[in-house]
T-cell receptor, first 113, second 116 residues
């Protein structure tokens, strides 16, 4: 069945760039998403990319999509301590049906001052 | 900015009891969803709802679960007879549409359910 995989932990220093990687299996995914979950909080939509794009930039965030390898990455430039959170990759397939999201297990980003 | 809200934020219940988790989706959204996240595991899809009926459900969503839109603003998840393994964070989400750009799902803060 469909699956989304992410590494579980990433630790960076404040000011460095963070790159969080994700692989997925469903080649018919229409949209791919990054959600952020701060401790005790819900899932906050960070950004998304449509499957016919290979890059999307939004301020400090850059999403790269390699559809051939089914690889998605999220780059956070100038990482701040406030970026410490769990980042979830999710894929959505909306080909004609309501669609649900398939999530990865989440990558816990720790930012050291 | 409009947001999805959920109540209660935490619920503790005894095994076998019924619980109702409540959600208020974003007001102009038409599609509603429930997901759950067992501690340390992935966020899993439970059910989607549109036009007052279930659109899609996962194998987790068995006869113990039901959803309802009792009025124009609330969307509820009922667990009829809770089991220990129902302990999880339950997230509600809503989207404007089911296809295309508008289907991006916005999540509430979650209800943490603990079954003892």
């Amino acid at each position: 069945g469909e699956d989304v995989e992410q590494s579980l932990f990433l630790s960076v220093r404040e000011g460095d760039s963070s790159v969080i990687n994700c692989t997925y299996t469903d080649s018919s995914s229409t949209y791919l998403y990054w959600y952020k979950q701060e401790p005790g909080a819900g899932l906050q939509l960070l950004t998304y990319i449509f499957s016919n794009m290979d890059m999307k930039q939004d301020q400090r965030l850059t999403v790269l999509l390699n559809k051939k390898d089914k690889h998605l990455s999220l780059r956070i430039a100038d990482t701040q301590t406030g970026d410490s959170a769990i980042y979830f990759c999710a894929e959505g397939n909306y080909g004609g049906s309501q669609g649900n999201l398939i999530f990865g297990k989440g990558t816990k980003l720790s930012v050291k001052p | 900015e409009p947001e999805v809200t959920q109540t209660p934020s935490h619920q503790v219940t005894q095994m076998g009891q019924e619980v109702i988790l409540r959600c208020v989706p974003i007001s102009n959204h038409l599609y509603f969803y429930w997901y759950r996240q067992i501690l340390g595991q992935k966020v899993e899809f439970l059910v989607s709802f549109y036009n007052n009926e279930i659109s899609e459900k996962s194998e987790i969503f068995d006869d113990q679960f039901s959803v309802e839109r009792p009025d124009g603003s609330n969307f509820t998840l009922k667990i009829r007879s809770t089991k220990l393994e129902d302990s999880a964070m339950y997230f509600c989400a809503s989207s404007e549409a089911g296809q295309g750009f508008q289907e991006t799902q916005y999540f509430g803060p979650g209800t943490r359910l603990l079954v003892l």
